[in-house]
């Protein structure tokens, strides 16, 4: 197991146009959690999933985003309409379900709208 | 609600000296606290956590940070900074309602001078 992996890397897209990133957990980890960085600033939490369900929501995740979980496996997040000010590095991390240990982050998808 | 506030935003100090990185927590509850590190255009690294057991936590590449109540603090500290040591780091408190969500302080850059 190579840890958490994110893709694409990196995606620029033009505004009005739509987005999807996708994280691979680590396997047995039943807990997904999506977070936005923007420059200069600490990552803010935007979702998470409890093996396939999407359990909490953050006010910032509009309804131009969505995630989904199937399976409990990989997680997809779908910016619709994109907008300047979505150019953020979204970052996803997993843990087990019982542990109250740290996350394992993936290296972040760096999204760039002109 | 728990918040993290570091209250440097930079930090400077030349090779070989010590490192102090300053964070002080707000939670209701005993909380779950955590240092992670961000190299430039990479993912976040677990350095250390406390979950409630010793207050004194050893981390990865001879860090440390001691948990004190009292002054509801957790510093992270490294008797001894290498060049390899410049990043930015963060500050986390884990909200403690079952979700493990993340909060995030807003980050300590931290440069090593030769």
């Known amino acids: 197991d190579t840890g958490v992996s994110q893709d694409p890397r990196h995606k620029i897209t033009k505004r009005g146009q739509n987005v999807t990133f996708r994280c691979d957990p680590i396997s047995e980890h039943n807990r997904l959690y999506w977070y936005r960085q923007t420059l200069g600033q600490g990552p803010e939490f935007l979702t998470y999933?409890?093996?396939?369900?999407?359990?909490?929501k953050s006010r910032l995740l509009s309804d131009r985003f969505s995630a989904e979980r199937p399976k409990g496996s990989f997680s997809t997040l779908e910016i619709q309409r994109t907008e300047q000010g979505d150019s953020a590095m979204y970052l996803c991390?997993?843990?087990?379900?019982?542990?109250?240990?740290?996350?394992?982050f993936g290296s972040g998808t760096r999204l760039t709208v002109v | 609600a728990q918040s993290v506030t570091q209250l440097d935003s930079h930090v400077s100090v030349s090779e070989g000296t010590p490192v102090l990185l300053r964070c002080n927590y707000s939670s209701s509850y005993s909380p779950s606290l955590f240092w992670y590190v961000q190299h430039p255009n990479k993912g976040l690294q677990l350095l250390l956590k406390y979950t409630s057991a010793a207050t004194l936590v050893k981390g990865i590449n001879g860090f440390e940070a001691e948990f004190k109540k009292s002054e509801t603090s957790f510093h992270l500290t490294k008797p001894s900074a290498h060049m390899s040591d410049a990043a930015e780091y963060f500050c986390v408190v884990s909200d403690t309602s079952g979700t493990y969500k993340y909060i995030f302080g807003t980050g300590t850059r931290l440069k090593v001078l030769a």
């Open positions: 999933f409890q093996n396939e369900a999407q359990l909490e």
């Open positions: 991390a997993s843990i087990p379900s019982s542990s109250q240990g740290g996350y394992t």
